[in-house]
């Protein structure tokens, strides 16, 4: 079975400081997405990273997949309450059978204060 | 557009009733998936459809159906509910090219 893990599962931290978020396994995927989910809703997709080593930019987020794509990470740079809610990674793995299934992690909590 | 619509949003049932989960795709997406989320647990995959009348189990199946009769529709059945059931329950839909798009949940709590 593969699984995602991610860390930490809860962040609190004050508005302007920085943080990253990981997410790893022990399997290769063909790719890994980021949601971001809001109370109440559903998640959405922030970014979809395919090749291995390869980072994404989107705004104050930064997104790197791992050499082997096995583990992928995010940061944020000076958080914004804006940024709270609940983080997910999810990946597609290896085979898929032409499912379009993905794998999730249990996600990660943030919390950024004013 | 819509994208993913659920309904109900909440519902509460006792132990033993059935329902009928909702959800409508606008997208003319063919893959449709089910998840159920639960705290510190992720996202927890019930039934999926890789096109109209084909289903298949996902991760955390039991005590749940689904039909796919068209493309739009991706009903989830609950027979017999039980306390376990309680949970938010996803709809999502995509092209099988790894996004999907989910709806906004429904909060099912099973007394």
Redesign the interface.
Known sequence: TQLLE?SP?FLSIQEGENLTVYCNSSSVF??L?WYRQEP??????LV?VVTGGEVKKLKRLTFQFGDARKDSSLHITAAQPGDTGLY?C?G?PIPSG?????I????TTLQVKP | NAG?TQTPKFRILKIGQSMTLQCTQDMNHN?M?W?RQDP??????IY?S?GAGIT?K?EVPNGYNVSRSTTEDFPLRLELAAPSQTSVY?C?S????????????TRLTVL
Do not use: C, H, I, R
């Open positions: 991610q599962q063909s790719s997405q109440g809703e559903g998640p959405v997709l979809t997910l999810a597609a032409n499912t379009g299934k993905l999730f992690g249990q996600g | 993913v893959y998936y998840y510190g647990m992720g996202l927890k995959l999926y890789v298949d996902g996803f999502a995509g092209t099988g090219t790894d996004t999907q798009y989910f709806g906004p949940g």
